[in-house]
């Protein structure tokens, strides 16, 4: 990707953040980079870990003029935004969606037919190079250009090619899904140093489980119940099929929601 050239973010918040760590961390730099918000304190924040960053408050005409545009906003608002910007958009630029639900045949709509257009749905690890973060490419899209994005995607970690239906999907898995473990892994280090182990061996040992133990239940030939039937004392058992329930209660209404 020319580091030339301009990109823009239309939402300060938490996926900006990650993208801009992301690259930070990998040194990808652009010849400038604006990013705009409803809320001063959400770019002053973003700023301070990033002051070479230009921040626009209720002002979206800079980043929309840029050959980068990534729409960093809820579904429920990217209908007004983009009518907002329909008139601002450059004919050679590229709009970035990075959320659910909202497709690029409705994004094309609202902006008059214009189709150079990609969907991605991010995920946290991304500030840390180790995002898993599905992409779907629009039909004005070049292969020359498509190259360069998943070069650039790449930087925040493995970015495949998707089918755009079940971007909805994995924004529940994969965008979503740390959320539903992060709690407690940090209560199990907790438990952890209240046992005698300091907390970088118990947060080190947690990790090192957590890659294993992932990788054996979904990269062996080992079928899945017998993985689970490898450690014969399991403390949970009696709540197994209560958070077993709560995922399906929780996430199936979620995703309906999202494919409305």
């Known amino acids: 990707m020319d580091e030339?050239?301009?990109?823009?973010?239309?939402?300060?918040g938490r996926v900006t953040r990650i993208i801009l760590g992301g690259l930070a961390r990998k040194k990808i730099s652009f010849h400038r980079v604006i990013v705009s918000d409803q809320k001063e304190d959400v770019l002053l924040k973003?700023?301070?870990?990033?002051?070479?960053?230009?921040?626009?408050?209720?002002?979206?005409?800079?980043?929309?003029?840029?050959?980068?545009?990534?729409?960093?906003?809820?579904?429920?608002?990217?209908?007004?935004?983009?009518?907002e910007i329909r008139n601002l958009i450059r004919k050679d630029s590229i709009l970035i969606s990075l959320a659910p639900k909202i497709t690029m045949a409705k994004i094309s709509e609202i902006l008059g037919g214009f189709n150079r257009i990609v969907r991605m749905i991010p995920n946290a690890p991304s500030i840390l190079n180790a995002g898993y973060n599905p992409v779907v490419f629009g039909a004005g899209i070049s292969p020359q250009e498509k190259n360069e994005l998943?070069?650039?995607?790449?930087?925040?970690?493995?970015?495949?090619?998707?089918?755009?239906?079940n971007l909805e999907g994995y924004a529940i898995l994969t965008a979503m899904g740390p959320t539903y473990f992060w709690f407690q892994w940090e209560e199990l280090a907790k438990l952890g140093?209240?046992?005698?182990?300091?907390?970088?061996?118990?947060?080190?040992?947690?990790?090192?489980?957590?890659?294993?133990?992932?990788?054996?239940?979904?990269?062996?030939?080992?079928a899945p119940q017998e993985v689970m039937d490898l450690i014969p004392l399991k403390p949970l058992a009696e709540d197994e099929e209560n958070i077993k329930e709560t995922l399906r209660s929780r996430l199936n209404p979620l995703y309906k929601k999202l494919k409305g």
């Not at 030339?4 to 300060?12: E, M, R, S």
């Not at 998943?150 to 239906?165: D, H, I, N, R």
């Not at 046992?195 to 061996?201: A, P, R, T, V």
């Open 150 to 165: 998943l070069s650039l995607f790449s930087a925040l970690g493995e970015c495949p090619e998707v089918k755009e239906e």
């Open 4 to 12: 030339k050239k301009k990109i823009g973010f239309i939402g300060g």
């Open 46 to 83: 973003l700023k301070k870990s990033h002051p070479e960053i230009e921040v626009s408050v209720l002002e979206n005409e800079k980043p929309a003029s840029a050959n980068l545009i990534f729409l960093a906003l809820h579904p429920p608002a990217l209908p007004e935004v983009l009518a």
């Open 193 to 222: 140093e209240s046992f005698g182990i300091s907390g970088k061996e118990s947060r080190y040992a947690l990790l090192r489980m957590i890659e294993g133990a992932a990788k054996t239940l979904f990269d062996s030939s080992i």
